[in-house]
């Protein structure tokens, strides 16, 4: 019992609680429906994502619009490489080139104002969506790859280890000194520089770590969908949801984006599968839109607020030195 | 010879066009401190409006009269709602730029939704003026001219307006030191949200000059987004001028890539873009 | 050899010239005053001093070594913190927290997390903020938010410290508490280069002073000869 609750007092967590939650999700294809499955594949891919994500753009406050860049780059290298590798070599491989690419983007536009960060990243898709559909036109005179699938419950079981990975790194990184940097950079970029951080490192190394989870992520999920070609591997739209989903649900701790990504992923599971079919990019924007003026800090965040409204209330005013 | 020829004049004539959409951008972004990445979707919007005018019969051109208004009342509206609302409740400038930047990108895929369910994701075009002329060997298409002509118009126009006018003048304190302007009587919520509408105004209109010439389909704000930032980039981040005449530098540079391979376009922006942030980020007249 | 010494050090912003050719040097035990009107360009020869910015021409030496075109975080390193005009401490982060992260990444000598945690809280007991350390630094009064501003930059094991008006906004008994910490300081073997309004303060104090107006260094001297100079009363008057 000692050690339980040095392990407590040490990481600061209650474990109880996830430990249970996630036993439940680990036994899902033993006793849960081939549908089911499947919707937890996307609520695991959509919470790697979503934490993915929070990881840089969460802490430092630079918004990254390339969350598809990367998947796209996974799914590409399960396309290249799916047929002639053991898959798990594969995923690292997908990781591997997005942390590269992430580190090169990151090395030259991170060094300066953050617009410019945000203008690369955003029409970055497009980019290796264009070049891509270019070289395969006109290089190689085929278009699209056939992509060895695997089982569902197969997918299933790469997601959760690796969004059990990501969770992992997010908090060991948070709970460590360069998660402190990392804050801090996200307070106050100069004097975090003054103090001795070296500020432009650190946002890019954090930037390729998070491109990397979702580097693998494309990899895992490129099998579910056997034909791929630059249109289907580079869709905007995945480097909305994640966004969306870390900033509605709050992006000051890991359950935020966890949160978003459950109520985000159930939502287009319903909307696309309903009348509103055609509405829900429609929906899914005003919805962010209408965050960012509300809720900046998230679901988690209005919580936050309201618990310390409440502790405030309670205790007695303390004199100030 | 005569594709060089081809290529300088075609290059400056879609360069007008250009011209227009990133003074637009120049001025949301240098003003109004909002990346707009829907910017594109305005022009495309404009751009159908256009179209579905000319289909019931009237002059493109004079379409150019209800689409700049309606694009100036939504784009101040938008801002006056919404990223007001964001600006009043970002603590610091860095903030809003990011939240303002979310913000956009949410509404990327609202005005995305609206279009392609009102038009479908099929391409459309008209015919205007396609007569051409032969210019030392080259061609020189009508509507072109006049588009490019047009954008040039209006591009003057308002850089006089800014350089001369009461309100031009309070834009540029504004778009300088926001918090002393407001201090010195200028009504900072107001001239914001007219920037942010004048921004709006010129994409919709450069996307009506655009359907004069070229196909449209609902899908093409994206591209015209990314070229704006790259011309903005290149003539310097909030420099209108910049903006003018980076409009025509990649006019002809866009002109060449599509006479060599047209499937690298958007590559030779981003080669562009990459050089820019490695020698020189603040554009050839930023400050 | 001076501990910190520019050479006609010289930046300007557009048209407008911030500083211009001005020479200084600092040695090590010093307190050297830098004063001069709003406008004069004081915190920005700060910024170029700590490498926030960089001079257009001229050089600047510390500990013998050029550090032209340096990154702040480097010559944070080498030994040289600051503060700011505008407080810039870490707002959700941790009284504590604030200042371990300028010995965990500033401290030349690297220590563990442990042992930044103890020089940390050794620091808040100097300087006097050691029942708040767990207090988010939003939460604190401006005052000691200045004081964890002074706690961080000495986390750092800074060789040369510099301060910008860091009385500013202070009434009356605090002033006079912040002449104090910065003669313990001092004491404590940190050379300071201090920008002030506060002319008690500076008179007190400092070793030397130099006066800077419209970016140019107009006088240089003990405090009694400043306070003699025609120059500088004309300056301060004639505004």
């Given amino acids: 019992?000692?050690?339980?609750?040095?392990?407590?007092?040490?990481?600061?967590?209650?474990?109880?609680?996830?430990?249970?939650?996630?036993?439940?999700?680990?036994?899902?294809?033993?006793?849960?429906?081939?549908?089911?499955?499947?919707?937890?594949?996307?609520?695991?891919?959509?919470?790697?994502?979503?934490?993915?994500?929070?990881?840089?753009?969460?802490?430092?406050?630079?918004?990254?619009?390339?969350?598809?860049?990367?998947?796209?780059?996974?799914?590409?290298?399960?396309?290249?490489?799916?047929?002639?590798?053991?898959?798990?070599?594969?995923?690292?491989?997908?990781?591997?080139?997005?942390?590269?690419?992430?580190?090169?983007?990151?090395?030259?536009?991170?060094?300066?104002?953050?617009?410019?960060?945000?203008?690369?990243?955003?029409?970055?898709?497009?980019?290796?969506?264009?070049?891509?559909?270019?070289?395969?036109?006109?290089?190689?005179?085929?278009?699209?790859?056939?992509?060895?699938?695997?089982?569902?419950?197969?997918?299933?079981?790469?997601?959760?280890?690796?969004?059990?990975?990501?969770?992992?790194?997010?908090?060991?990184?948070?709970?460590?000194?360069?998660?402190?940097?990392?804050?801090?950079?996200?307070?106050?970029?100069?004097?975090?520089?003054?103090?001795?951080?070296?500020?432009?490192?650190?946002?890019?190394?954090?930037?390729?770590?998070?491109?990397?989870?979702?580097?693998?992520?494309?990899?895992?999920?490129?099998?579910?969908?056997?034909?791929?070609?630059?249109?289907?591997?580079?869709?905007?739209?995945?480097?909305?949801?994640?966004?969306?989903?870390?900033?509605?649900?709050?992006?000051?701790?890991?359950?935020?984006p966890v949160i978003g990504a459950v109520i985000f992923t159930y939502l287009q599971e319903i909307l696309t599968t309903g009348t509103l079919k055609s509405y829900y990019m429609l929906i899914f924007g005003s919805i962010l839109v209408v965050t960012i003026m509300y809720l900046p800090r998230g679901i988690l965040g209005l919580f936050q607020q309201l618990w310390n409204r409440f502790r405030r209330v309670k205790s007695a005013p303390t004199s100030r030195g | 010879m005569e594709e060089l020829l081809n290529i300088i004049l075609g290059g400056l004539l879609i360069g007008g066009i250009y011209s227009l959409i990133s003074m637009g951008m120049s001025l949301q972004y240098g003003v109004a401190k909002v990346l707009n990445i829907a910017?594109?979707?305005?022009?495309?919007?404009?751009?159908?409006?256009?179209?579905?005018?000319?289909?019931?019969?009237?002059?493109?051109?004079?379409?150019?009269?209800?689409?700049?208004?309606?694009?100036?009342?939504?784009?101040?509206?938008?801002?006056?709602?919404?990223?007001?609302?964001?600006?009043?409740?970002?603590?610091?400038?860095?903030?809003?730029?990011?939240?303002?930047?979310?913000?956009?990108?949410?509404?990327?895929?609202?005005?995305?939704?609206?279009?392609?369910?009102?038009?479908?994701?099929?391409?459309?075009?008209?015919?205007?003026?396609?007569?051409?002329?032969?210019?030392?060997?080259?061609?020189?298409?009508?509507?072109?001219?006049?588009?490019?002509?047009?954008?040039?118009?209006?591009?003057?126009?308002?850089?006089?307006?800014?350089?001369?006018?009461?309100?031009?003048?309070?834009?540029?304190?504004?778009?300088?030191?926001?918090?002393?302007?407001?201090?010195?009587?200028?009504?900072?919520?107001?001239?914001?949200?007219?920037?942010?509408?004048?921004?709006?105004?010129?994409?919709?209109?450069?996307?009506?000059?655009?359907?004069?010439?070229?196909?449209?389909?609902?899908?093409?704000?994206?591209?015209?987004?990314?070229?704006?930032?790259v011309i903005v980039t290149l003539g310097g981040l909030g420099s209108i001028p910049g903006s003018f005449i980076g409009g025509f530098i990649l006019g002809i540079i866009g002109t060449a890539v599509s006479y060599w391979q047209p499937g690298l376009v958007v590559a030779s922006y981003y080669v562009i873009f990459v050089i820019l942030l490695l020698v020189r980020p603040k554009g050839l007249m930023g400050k | 050899m001076h501990l910190l010494q520019g050479d006609k050090v010289t930046v300007n912003f557009g048209g407008l010239v911030a500083v211009s050719e001005v020479d200084f040097y600092t040695d090590t035990g010093e307190i050297l005053g830098l004063i001069g009107p709003n406008g004069a360009g004081k915190t920005t020869l700060f910024n170029l001093i700590s490498a926030a910015i960089k001079p257009r021409s001229g050089s600047i030496t510390f500990k013998g070594k050029n550090i032209t075109g340096m990154k702040p975080y480097q010559v944070c390193r080498m030994g040289m913190s600051r503060t700011f005009q505008t407080v810039k401490v870490f707002g959700n982060m941790s009284v504590l927290d604030n200042v371990r992260l300028a010995s965990l990444f500033g401290n030349p000598q690297k220590p563990s997390e442990s042992e930044a945690t103890r020089e940390a809280s050794e620091l808040l007991e100097f300087i006097g903020l050691s029942k708040d350390a767990y207090l988010s630094a939003s939460e604190l009064t401006l005052a000691n938010q200045k004081r964890l501003e002074m706690a961080r930059a000495l986390a750092a094991k800074p060789e040369l410290l510099l301060l910008d008006e860091l009385m500013a906004g202070l009434n009356q008994t605090e002033v006079s508490d912040a002449m104090e910490d910065i003669r313990q300081v001092r004491d404590r073997g940190v050379t300071i280069i201090m920008i002030e309004h506060v002319m008690k303060a500076i008179m007190s104090i400092c070793d030397r002073i130099i006066v800077l107006n419209y970016g140019k260094k107009i006088a240089e001297g003990t405090p009694e000869e400043i306070v003699k100079s025609k120059t500088v009363i004309e300056v301060y008057l004639g505004e």
């Fill in chain 1, 1 to 256: 019992m000692d050690l339980k609750n040095n392990f407590l007092k040490k990481t600061g967590f209650n474990w109880g609680l996830p430990l249970v939650i996630f036993l439940l999700i680990a036994f899902l294809p033993l006793y849960g429906s081939s549908y089911n499955v499947t919707l937890f594949i996307y609520f695991l891919l959509y919470m790697t994502l979503a934490v993915a994500w929070t990881i840089f753009s969460g802490a430092t406050g630079y918004i990254s619009l390339a969350t598809a860049a990367f998947y796209g780059l996974g799914i590409y290298a399960a396309a290249l490489f799916g047929e002639s590798m053991p898959f798990i070599f594969v995923i690292f491989i997908g990781g591997a080139a997005s942390f590269v690419l992430a580190f090169l983007v990151g090395a030259l536009t991170l060094r300066l104002k953050g617009i410019f960060f945000a203008m690369f990243t955003f029409g970055l898709v497009l980019l290796m969506k264009e070049v891509l559909y270019w070289w395969e036109l006109t290089i190689e005179s085929v278009r699209g790859y056939f992509v060895v699938s695997y089982s569902n419950n197969a997918i299933f079981y790469y997601l959760l280890g690796l969004l059990l990975v990501t969770i992992i790194v997010a908090y060991a990184m948070s709970k460590s000194k360069y998660g402190l940097a990392l804050k801090s950079i996200g307070e106050n970029e100069e004097a975090a520089d003054h103090i001795g951080v070296n500020v432009t490192l650190v946002k890019i190394t954090t930037f390729a770590i998070s491109a990397t989870f979702m580097g693998a992520a494309g990899v895992i999920m490129a099998s579910k969908l056997t034909y791929i070609d630059p249109v289907i591997a580079f869709n905007p739209m995945m480097s909305f949801s994640p966004a969306l989903m870390a900033t509605f649900g709050g992006m000051g701790n890991l359950y935020g």
């Fill in chain 2, 39 to 229: 910017h594109g979707e305005f022009l495309m919007f404009g751009a159908f409006i256009t179209f579905a005018m000319q289909q019931a019969g009237i002059n493109p051109l004079l379409t150019i009269i209800v689409v700049g208004p309606t694009m100036f009342i939504a784009g101040f509206i938008l801002y006056r709602t919404v990223f007001t609302t964001i600006r009043v409740r970002s603590p610091n400038p860095g903030v809003f730029e990011g939240n303002g930047l979310l913000a956009a990108f949410g509404l990327y895929f609202v005005v995305q939704n609206i279009a392609v369910l009102i038009w479908g994701s099929t391409p459309y075009s008209y015919r205007y003026l396609t007569t051409s002329w032969d210019v030392g060997g080259a061609d020189i298409f009508a509507n072109r001219l006049v588009a490019a002509l047009f954008a040039i118009a209006i591009g003057v126009l308002f850089y006089l307006f800014l350089k001369s006018t009461r309100s031009g003048k309070a834009i540029r304190a504004s778009a300088q030191d926001a918090p002393t302007a407001g201090l010195m009587g200028v009504n900072i919520n107001f001239v914001l949200s007219l920037c942010f509408g004048f921004g709006a105004a010129m994409a919709g209109i450069a996307g009506s000059l655009f359907s004069l010439c070229y196909a449209i389909n609902t899908t093409m704000g994206l591209q015209q987004t990314l070229l704006a930032i």
